[in-house]
């Protein structure tokens, strides 16, 4: 499962594979926390993040929701996504 961003100490990856699970989605670590956050609709799906770490992901994902979709279509035909800027 491929990095695709890092900043502050938290690590976005995503999976791909030709039968990767709907909805679309990403595997964020912080730590010892794990979470999988909905790229549709920010929600937590699964596992948790500390608040704070939660508010900068969910804003990293809104300034890149159309490249972690891009993402996301690739995944699903089982290429490799690519790097998306990290938060500033």
């Known amino acids: 499962m491929p990095t695709i961003s890092m900043f502050f100490g938290i690590i976005i990856r995503m999976y791909y594979a ?3 699970h709907n909805p679309a989605h990403i595997h964020v670590y912080y730590n010892d926390f ?5 790229i549709e609709n920010f929600e937590i799906m699964q596992g ?3 608040t704070k770490q939660l508010r900068l992901v969910l804003a990293w ?18 290429e490799k996504p690519f790097k998306i800027e990290s938060l500033k």
């Open 48 to 50: 948790n993040l500390p």
């Open 18 to 20: 030709p039968k990767e």
């Open 34 to 38: 794990v979470a999988v956050v909905s």
């Open 61 to 78: 994902m809104e300034i890149h929701q159309e490249e972690l979709m891009a993402n996301w279509n690739l995944c699903l035909n089982g």
